[in-house]
């Protein structure tokens, strides 16, 4: 019998967002090619070029966010807590959970990092007063906390 338990974050607003914003940026990215191969003086070509570096790099890290926010999942084990967020995973052992809480819950519950938007909320903060948090979420509401040994995990499962 296979006791496993795996929960996954809201998906359908962050893949909004990031298809949208992938969309933006590529016509940003193709208006700055079409400005490029039309420009006079080459005074007339930094805008465009600009508009290209800026707009199609970010292209590729909207994708692996988007990769990211479909390959995550929260299992609950007999012997630990498997977190996976993109090419991150985490193995927490049973015997290193210390305390699992709401983030509501907390007195101080950790602020999210920044810069964070629907279906990423990636990244490490520091409590106010204290440890480090690790948070591998897609919304920054509804946030479940994890103390395992020194490390802390935010985490947003749905409900």
């Given at each position: 019998m296979d006791e496993r338990i795996t929960f996954y974050p809201p998906r359908q607003m962050g893949t909004i967002v990031h298809i949208t914003l992938m969309l933006l940026f590529l016509a940003a990215g193709i208006w700055g090619i079409w400005g490029v191969s039309t420009a006079?003086?080459?005074?007339?070509?930094?805008p465009y070029l600009a508009l290209i570096v800026l707009f199609l790099t970010m292209v590729?890290?909207?994708?692996?966010?988007?990769?990211?926010?479909?390959?995550?999942?929260?299992?609950?084990?007999?012997?630990?807590?498997?977190?996976?967020?993109g090419w991150r995973s985490e193995t927490i052992p049973i015997s290193q959970i210390k305390w699992v809480y709401r983030a509501t819950d907390l007195e101080v519950p950790p602020q999210p990092p920044f810069p964070r938007w629907a279906g990423s909320v990636t990244g490490i903060r520091r409590f106010q007063r204290g440890p480090e948090v690790e948070f591998m979420a897609s919304r920054a509401k509804g946030l479940v906390v994890i103390a395992a040994g020194n490390r802390y995990y935010a985490i947003s499962p749905a409900y």
């Open positions: 006079e003086m080459a005074p007339q070509l930094l590729p890290y909207l994708f692996y966010k988007l990769y990211a926010l479909h390959r995550s999942a929260y299992t609950l084990e007999r012997g630990g807590i498997t977190l996976l967020w």
